[in-house]
């Protein structure tokens, strides 16, 4: 499964997934322009796989002001990119709830991007979906520069709740 750039904005107007489901940030929070895979049953764990791409800008709003004169993409930015994308997972899979990220056990960044990469990539294995007595997903996440991997994530934890 594929979603375009359109479908990517969809998701971040609420609706995507339903009414109360699953939603991406909008605006300048949505560090994702589209996502190239969606396997429910693949990645290393055989729970799931979730394949996405971000293209970077020299103008985006984070390097104006992350360092000022070293401008640099932050390193929480990509994290919560992979947050994003498990709750894209979880509304995928037909659970109900707005998407919290919950938690991270362990984060290594050995890389940065520069104004002058042209874009990331980001896998994310699913390691364990709990649908009650509320849906949560548990995932290993990677963002990728050039294709090598410049940010790990382990055990990312998304939880999703009833809309309010």
């Known amino acids: ?8 904005l969809a998701m971040s107007e609420g609706n995507f997934f339903g009414t109360g489901n699953a939603q991406l940030p909008s605006d ?26 971000f293209k970077i ?13 070293d401008p640099v993409m932050p390193g929480c930015l990509g994290l919560d990119a992979l ?15 707005k998407g919290r990220a919950l938690g991270v056990g362990k984060v290594r960044f050995t890389g940065q991007i520069y104004p002058s990469a042209h874009s990331i990539e980001y896998k994310i294995h699913i390691k364990r979906v709990k649908k009650s007595p509320l849906g ?29």
């Open 1 to 8: 499964m594929m979603f375009s750039n359109a479908d990517v």
């Open 28 to 53: 300048q929070m949505l560090m994702i322009d589209e996502i190239t895979h969606l396997d429910l049953e693949g990645g290393q764990y055989g729970k799931g796989l979730l394949e996405a791409n």
């Open 57 to 69: 800008h020299p103008n985006h709003w984070f390097f104006a002001c992350h360092f000022k004169g």
């Open 83 to 97: 947050w994003q994308l498990l709750g894209v997972f979880l509304g995928w899979s037909g659970l109900p709830g």
């Open 136 to 164: 949560m997903g548990i995932a290993d996440g990677f963002v990728l520069l050039d294709g090598k991997v410049i940010y790990e994530a382990q055990d990312l934890k998304v939880g999703l709740i009833k809309a309010v």
